[in-house]
């Protein structure tokens, strides 16, 4: 679902951000993606759904190439960013019903996935209200329930639990499992490594923009947890 090879990011500063990056993400994965504050997750992340560009490499999205076909690739995947921006002046409803309507979602199917994921994550009665006058949590579950509309092939998230009270943490998990059940696949960055060891089939860390481990979770931590390996890999040269 999501090829990326020799992935490199070089900022004007010529420090590379991104270092010939290469991992695989396959329909059905929830994926981690893991490493310190600057260590190059959040331009992997924003290169893969066409944020930023990149200096060389390939990013492929379900057969499709990032640069040479980005609308192919972008309705393939939903991305919610560590800190989404939302239209403040618009209600929740008109929100979710202008994503939807981006990606060509029946009027019926519509009404019935908002009405379903706003059920789920217990915003339906605040969906009429401004974005406005959200909390970061509200607003983050909007954001999540934008990006679950269209059912995406791939959906990308950059610390999607920052925000979340413990049981929207526990429904977004049920959820990614559930979407990863249907064939779609997930990528997503976290620095809760006890999250990332318990949801995750696969994982990948990544130190000083270079990637050092990346493999099948249950292979990975057989002697130990995520987080003795996460320190042991990016404390060592």
């Known amino acids: ?6 992935l490199t990011k070089i900022y004007k500063n010529e420090k590379k951000a991104v270092d010939n990056l290469t991992l695989s993400v396959a329909d059905g994965d929830i994926y981690g993606f893991i490493g310190h504050n600057g260590a190059g997750k959040s331009t992997t992340i924003k290169s893969v759904v066409g944020v930023l560009d990149f200096d060389e490499g390939e990013i492929r999205i379900d057969g499709h190439d ?18 989404p921006d939302l239209y403040e002046h618009l ?22 996935r908002i009405r379903d994921y706003g059920d789920r994550f217990e915003i339906t009665g605040a969906l009429g209200d401004s974005i406005g006058s959200y909390s970061h949590g509200m607003r983050q579950k909007v954001a999540i329930i934008s990006a679950l509309v269209h059912e995406p092939k ?9 925000g979340l009270d413990p049981k929207a943490s526990l429904t977004l998990k049920e959820t990614m499992r559930e979407l990863c059940r249907r064939g779609s696949a997930i990528f997503f960055s976290t620095h809760v490594l006890e999250v ?10 990544i130190r000083d923009g270079r990637l050092v481990v990346d493999g099948d979770m249950e292979k990975l931590v057989r002697d130990h947890s995520l987080e003795e390996l996460f320190m042991e890999v990016t404390e060592n040269e």
């Open 66 to 83: 990032v640069k040479r076909e980005p609308i192919l690739c972008k309705q393939a995947t939903a991305y919610i960013p560590d800190n």
């Open 196 to 205: 990332a060891q318990k949801l995750c089939n696969k994982v990948a860390i």
């Open 154 to 162: 791939l959906l990308v998230l950059d610390e999607p639990f920052v």
């Open 1 to 6: 679902m999501l090829e990326i090879r020799n």
């Open 91 to 112: 209600t929740g409803i008109q929100y979710l019903n202008f994503i939807a309507d981006i990606f060509g979602i029946c009027a019926a199917e519509k009404e019935k």
